[in-house]
């Protein structure tokens, strides 16, 4: 009888995997972007439409597309490379007050940053950066929803989606591998700016960093990505809802452009992470310190060549949309 020799699957990633992981991330939406232009110039050349790519079914389908393939990365390379699938740490098993508290945190964060970030944008616009509202990286036909159809087509696509599959990738896979060779805080921080760097525009820089530093913090101190995608699911639904009832009502949270903006904005910026600072010393402070499984003695190389493409990618950008 044949013997056949058995390979351990890992269970654990390391920053090796989160560069691979990341490059992956970075190089596959321009594929789809190349996929999507030679689709959408088939089907107007054969329809003599040139609004199509404009259409709320097109936008769906790209950014359900978008989300899913991040995932379809996980588990592709998850399979490639015999790892473990449960080695993101989506567990679900935590306390129910632990649940609650997440979701204050998301609703806190999205209060305690979003006037620091219209700051930033109004900075950016003095220096002449072309602002996109509501989102740069996303159809406007989504996250500026009119109808009732159109806001819950967008809490599915723009707030549920994005929130699951961009977690398992960037808290899930990222985060994870960056622990085996850096701290929990310099994990932390650089995941959130590999994060930041993935959305390519200068506008969509400080806050997806925050954020995402947040996110990361929570992920560490409850051991599961489930609380990350949490705090990212009210991040974005609440945007959302916020702008379809500014839509439809005179329902607005915007100040005035005025000297004390600023003045708010820093000061809600401080009591957020005044909040989370007494949350970890006084909520987290039983949390027992959980040892990743391997440390790294070298940074792989993939890091570095990642995050080069990455910062080339957002220069360039940058650049273009300074010049344009």
């Not at 259409?55 to 490379?81: E, F």
């Not at 452009?257 to 989370?276: Q, S």
Request: proline content about 3%; glycine content about 6%.
């Amino acid at each position: 009888m044949e013997n056949k020799e058995v390979f351990a699957r890992r269970n654990f990633y390391n920053d090796g995997d989160s560069g691979k992981v990341y490059l992956f991330a970075l190089i596959l939406p321009i594929l789809l972007a190349i996929v999507s232009v030679m689709i959408s110039n088939v089907i107007e050349g054969a329809t003599g439409s040139e609004s199509f790519t404009d259409g709320i079914l097109y936008n769906t389908i790209m950014q359900v597309v978008s989300s899913i393939a991040l995932v379809c990365i996980y588990l592709v390379y998850n399979k490639c490379n015999n790892i473990e699938y449960k080695a993101i740490n989506l567990k679900f098993k935590m306390k129910w007050h632990t649940y609650l508290l997440v979701i204050g945190i998301g609703v806190v964060s999205l209060f305690g940053l979003q006037y620091f970030i219209g700051a930033v944008d109004n900075f950016l616009e003095l220096l002449g950066y072309p602002l996109q509202v509501p989102s740069p990286d996303l159809p406007e036909s989504l996250t500026n929803p009119k109808s009732y159809g159109i806001f819950s087509l967008a809490v599915i696509v723009v707030a549920l989606l994005p929130a699951i599959c961009e977690e398992v990738l960037f808290r899930g896979v990222v985060l994870n591998g960056l622990r085996t060779r850096f701290g929990d805080i310099a994990s932390i921080f650089l995941s959130a700016l590999m994060f930041a760097l993935m959305h390519q525009n200068l506008q969509q820089l400080v806050y997806p960093f925050l954020l995402g530093s947040v996110m990361g913090w929570i992920v560490l101190r409850t051991g599961s990505i489930a609380s990350s995608i949490i705090v990212h699911f009210c991040n974005n639904f609440l945007t959302i809802l916020f702008t379809y009832l500014s839509n439809i009502s005179s329902f607005s949270l915007s100040l005035p452009n005025v000297w004390w903006f600023y003045l708010v904005a820093i000061a809600l910026l401080a009591l957020t992470a005044g909040i989370i600072y007494l949350i970890d010393r006084f909520y987290f402070k039983h949390k027992s310190k959980e040892e990743t499984v391997k440390t790294s003695t070298k940074t792989s190389k993939y890091i570095y060549i990642s995050l080069a493409v990455a910062g080339v990618m957002f220069l360039f950008i940058t650049v273009f949309n300074f010049m344009s």
